[in-house]
């Protein structure tokens, strides 16, 4: 990871086990936000199918904006 990057993580939690959170997985865990979203104001004009940044070389999954939403719904995270 870069220091100053902006990135989508994802965790899991082990808060029943007294720990913190923790990558998903190490190669899987980290997204870069593209360079051309960084300064995006309006996420509903975003283009969805804008691809994130694997931080992994050895990620074989590709993430979209529409992943993030469709993730972010599922998960009640949205505002109505």
């Known amino acids: 990871m870069e220091s100053g990057s902006k990135l989508v993580l994802f ?3 082990w808060e029943m086990a007294g720990l913190p959170y923790s990558l998903i997985s190490h190669m899987q865990g980290v997204y870069y ?3 051309s979203l960084e300064n ?3 996420l ?3 283009d969805w199918e ?3 940044e694997n931080a992994s070389e050895l990620d074989p999954v590709t993430i979209t904006i529409e992943d993030l939403i ?3 719904d599922d998960n009640g ?3 109505d």
């Open 40 to 42: 995006e104001d309006n």
């Open 70 to 72: 469709e993730i972010a």
């Open 77 to 79: 995270l949205l505002n």
């Open 33 to 35: 936000v593209p360079d």
């Open 11 to 13: 965790l899991v939690s």
């Open 50 to 52: 804008i691809e994130l």
């Open 44 to 46: 509903a004009e975003l």
